[in-house]
């Protein structure tokens, strides 16, 4: 009878001892995804930089743009204005730098597109570090709940 009490221990022991042991190799499972999430959450990070770095550069560029574009504005309806008083003569240069104007705004367009492009690329990397941090805190969680 203790034989076969000893028998059923032996065997709880081994059984014990096999969850153990998956325990410990799901913990360093676990541990390599929260390591791997680590440097994916700090290459997104490093990403989200340059993006904003870049975003900044582009803003700055924007800015003179516009400052430029509305100085130039400003000079070419000054002399649209002289164009239609000097007469017919002058009417090709009046063309011209309307010509300009339009270039300008086309160019104005097309870099606040680019910016609400850049926007749109910030916004979802931060989406994504935020997608990583919940994985990487489930990943504790889990961890946690298999070391108790």
């Known amino acids: 009878e203790l034989r076969t009490v000893l028998g059923a221990k032996e065997s ?5 001892e096999a ?5 410990r190799e799901d913990s360093s499972s676990s541990d390599t995804k929260i390591e791997e999430l680590t440097k994916a959450v ?6 989200k930089e340059t993006l904003e770095a870049r975003l900044e550069s582009s803003n700055e560029a924007l800015s003179g ?7 130039k504005l400003v000079d070419a309806e000054t002399k ?3 164009l239609r008083i000097s007469g017919a003569q002058l009417e090709d240069e009046k063309k011209s730098l309307e010509e300009s104007v339009a ?4 160019g104005l367009s097309t870099e606040l597109e680019a910016k609400e492009a850049l926007k749109v690329q910030v916004q979802d990397r931060d989406n994504t ?14 961890i946690k709940r298999f070391g108790e």
Do not use: G, P, R
Not at 42 to 47: D, I, R, T, W, Y
């Open 42 to 47: 700090n290459e997104l990070k490093q990403e």
């Open 129 to 142: 570090l935020s997608d990583l941090k919940n994985q990487h805190d489930e990943a504790i969680s889990t």
């Open 12 to 16: 709880s022991f081994a059984e014990a």
């Open 80 to 82: 649209v204005e002289e």
């Open 19 to 23: 969850v153990i042991a998956t325990l």
């Open 103 to 106: 270039t300008l705004q086309e």
């Open 65 to 71: 743009l516009e400052s430029v574009t509305a100085a």
